[in-house]
């Protein structure tokens, strides 16, 4: 079973960096993985992704300002958030995606004040 483990989150202000982390048990070499967020009364919504050869997306809100990679020999993914906004305040979830399985880690909370 794939255990997914964020940390990383906290209270920042406008302006800010926070580096999430998400720790997945087992070889996910191949895994797709992607950082999502939700904020309260909003969807959940995918923030960046990273396929298993390295290729990356980016919602348009935060393009130039979050970098999102991978570290296989760690089973990590990270997500450098720069430059942030109070409207980034949100839940922020990890999430993977092997041979057709899913995975959520437990979410982690970024708060940013202004």
């Known amino acids: 079973q794939v255990q997914l483990v964020e940390s990383g989150g906290g209270l920042v202000q406008a302006g800010g960096s926070l580096r999430l982390s998400c720790a997945a048990s087992?070889?996910?070499?191949?895994?797709?993985f992607a950082w999502y967020r939700q904020a309260p009364g909003k969807q959940r919504e995918s923030v960046a992704d990273v396929t298993n050869s390295g290729n990356t997306n980016y919602v348009d809100s935060v393009k130039g300002r979050f970098t999102i990679a991978r570290d296989n020999v760690k089973n990590t993914v990270y997500l450098q958030m720069n430059s942030l906004k109070p409207e980034d305040t949100a839940v922020y979830y990890c999430f993977a995606r092997l041979y057709g399985l899913e995975y959520w880690g437990q979410g982690t909370q970024v708060t940013v004040s202004s």
């Open positions: 087992g070889n996910m070499n191949r895994a797709y």
